[in-house]
C-alpha cells in the first residue's frame, strides 16, 4: 500500500533558509506558487529569491493570514513558536522531503521515479551512497539526495534537455528530523539500519526519536533492518515484508556472510542463496560498513539489480570523507579520522575495527549517556584525549570504566580556555594541533589514533568536516 500525495497549495511559508529550504522556495516559485519566507535572521539567499517573486518577512512568531502551507528547516524543533502556531491554527507543517514527494515529476511510464530511503542512527551516508553505487553498476540513472547530496525537491524535478526527469531512481537519505514532519511518503524500500540514543534534545525522548525513524516504514511494500539491532530489528519485525541484515549465515528472508562473501537469502529464487560479493573485495573496513554494505545490497535487490551488479557497485565503491579514512602514518602510528562518529553508537562501531586505540572524543554529547561506550571500548584503549565542551562528563566515565587508561583533557570548547587567533576557524585548528600532539604522546606504534569523537562538533568547529580537516592537517604537521 502506498500513501496519496496531498496536493501543493499555491500559497506556502518557507521557514528556514538553509540549503533545503532556499531549494524548496526556488522550486515553488517556478512552479508559479506565492512564497513568503522567513527566518532568524537575513541570510544573503534572500535577494535572490526576493528577485524572483518571493517576500521576506523576517522572522515571525506566527505564519501570517494568507498562506495554506509551511514548510520547514530540518533545524527547526517542533516546539518553535511559529510552527507550534501554524499547527494550533491547523496549518499543515512538512519538510523539504515531504514536499519533494508531493512535485515529483512522471516518467516515460507515467510513474515517478522510485525511492529506496535509509534512515538511522549511524551508517546512512554510507549505506546510500554504497547504494547510489550499486544502482548505476546495475544501469540505473540514479543519485544519492536527500540528507546527502542535492535536497530531493531539487532532484525530484530535474529535468533533461527533451522534458524528461533527470533520474530513474533516488537512492535517499533521511534523517530524524525531516521524518518528523513526513507523512506519506512511501519508498520502494525502506531501511532502518539502526536506532540509538541521539537528537534526544530535539524530539524530547528516545521514543519519539524512534518513531520519527519508525514512519518511513509505514508506506514502503519492503522493510530492511540489522538484525543485530534490537530496536531497528523489532521495528521491522511487526512489518508485512520483513528483511534483515545479518554478519552471520543468513537464514531465509536475510542477507548474511557465508565463507567470506555476501549472500542473499531474501530476493534470491535459489534455496542456499545466491553470492553478491566477496568480502575482501570491499574497500570499506569494519563490521559496520558490512552491514551498510548488507544493506545497500537488499535495497537493490528490492529495486531488481542483479547480483553480479550489486557485487560490481559495492567493489567499485570507495567510502566518503571523514568515515574512518586513513590520513596518515607516522612512526608506526594510524591516524584514522572519523569525525562523522558523532554520537556514541557511532564510535562504537568505529572503535570496534582496530585492536589497540588511542581515542579522541568529546563535544556536544547532546544528552546521549556514554557510559555503555566506554564500558564497552576500555579493553581497546591505549589512551584517550578529551576535548570540546561535554569533556568531563566522559573523563568521569572514564574514571569508572577505565580508570587505569591514561588521558588528556585538553581545554576547549565555551569555557574560552585556549582562544586565540581570529575566528573559529583558527580556534578550532589551534585546539586540534594541541589534541594531536597529545595523542602521539600516548601512543606507541601499532596502535591506531582515532577521532571517533562520540560527539557533535559546533561547540569548537564548524561543523564534523571542519573537525576532520583540521585533525588531517595536525597529522600533515607531524611530518
Known amino acids: 500500500m502506498t500513501s496519496p500525495s496531498a496536493p501543493v497549495p499555491d500559497r506556502v511559508l518557507v521557514a528556514g533558509l538553509g540549503v533545503s529550504g532556499a531549494a524548496a522556495a526556488r522550486v515553488l516559485l517556478a512552479r508559479g506558487a506565492q512564497v513568503a519566507l522567513t527566518d532568524a535572521a537575513e541570510p544573503a539567499v534572500v535577494a535572490e529569491l526576493v528577485g524572483a517573486g518571493a517576500r521576506w518577512l523576517g522572522p515571525l512568531a506566527e505564519p501570517p493570514e494568507d498562506v495554506d502551507l509551511v514548510v520547514t528547516s530540518p533545524g527547526w524543533r517542533p516546539d518553535n513558536p511559529l510552527l507550534r502556531a501554524a499547527a494550533a491554527r491547523g496549518l499543515e507543517v512538512v519538510g523539504e ?112 526519536y524512534r518513531d520519527a525513524k519508525a514512519r518511513l516504514l509505514l508506506h514502503a511494500p519492503v522493510a530492511v533492518a540489522d538484525a543485530g539491532d534490537p530496536v531497528a530489528a523489532a521495528l521491522v519485525a511487526r512489518h508485512r515484508r520483513p528483511v534483515t541484515v545479518t554478519l552471520d549465515e543468513p537464514a531465509r528472508g536475510q542477507l548474511g556472510v557465508r565463507s567470506g562473501a555476501l549472500v542473499d537469502r531474501a530476493f534470491a529464487t535459489a534455496p542456499a542463496g545466491e553470492v553478491l560479493a566477496e568480502l575482501e573485495t570491499l574497500q570499506v573496513r569494519g563490521p ?45 602510528v594510524d591516524f584514522v579520522d572519523d569525525s562523522k562518529a558523532t554520537n556514541p553508537h557511532a564510535a562504537a562501531a568505529s572503535l570496534a575495527a582496530y585492536p589497540r586505540v588511542v581515542w579522541i572524543a568529546g563535544g556536544l554529547l547532546k544528552g546521549a549517556d556514554v557510559d555503555p561506550l566506554v564500558a564497552a571500548v576500555a579493553p581497546r584503549l591505549a589512551g584517550v584525549v578529551l576535548l570540546g565542551r561535554d569533556r568531563e562528563l566522559l573523563a568521569r566515565s572514564l574514571a569508572r570504566h577505565a580508570p587505569a587508561v591514561p588521558r588528556t583533557v585538553v581545554p576547549s570548547g565555551d569555557d574560552g580556555a585556549m582562544v586565540s587567533g ?11 594541533r594541541e589534541v594531536v600532539a597529545a595523542a602521539v604522546r600516548l601512543a606507541g606504534p601499532g596502535d591506531t589514533v582515532l577521532l571517533a569523537p562520540a560527539a557533535a562538533s559546533m561547540d569548537v568547529f564548524t561543523d564534523y568536516a571542519h573537525r576532520g580537516r583540521a585533525f588531517a592537517d595536525a597529522v600533515r604537521a607531524l611530518g
Open 288 to 332: 559496520h560498513n558490512t552491514v551498510n554494505a548488507l544493506a545497500a545490497a537488499a535495497l537493490a535487490r528490492v529495486a531488481g539489480i542483479a547480483p553480479a551488479d550489486v557485487g560490481r557497485g559495492l567493489a567499485g565503491f570507495r567510502g566518503g570523507a571523514h568515515r574512518n579514512v586513513l590520513v596518515g602514518t607516522v612512526d608506526g
Open 97 to 208: 522531503p515531504e514536499l519533494a514527494w508531493r512535485l515529483r515529476l512522471p516518467g516515460p511510464d507515467g510513474e515517478p521515479a522510485p525511492w529506496y530511503a535509509v534512515t538511522g542512527t549511524n551508517g546512512k551516508t554510507t549505506t546510500v551512497t554504497m547504494l547510489e553505487a550499486v544502482l548505476q553498476a546495475g544501469g540505473r540513472r540514479a543519485v544519492a539526495a536527500g540528507n546527502v547530496g542535492r535536497p530531493l525537491v531539487e532532484v525530484v524535478t530535474a529535468t533533461d534537455a527533451d522534458g524528461t526527469p533527470s533520474y530513474d531512481a533516488l537512492a535517499v537519505e533521511l534523517s530524524s528530523f525531516q521524518l518528523h514532519w513526513s507523512s506519506s511518503i512511501a519508498p520502494a524500500g525502506a531501511c532502518v539500519l539502526n536506532v540509538a540514543d541521539d537528537h534526544v534534545d530535539w524530539h524530547g525522548s528516545p521514543e519519539a
Open 422 to 432: 581570529e575566528g573559529p576557524v583558527t580556534y578550532g585548528d589551534q585546539v586540534m
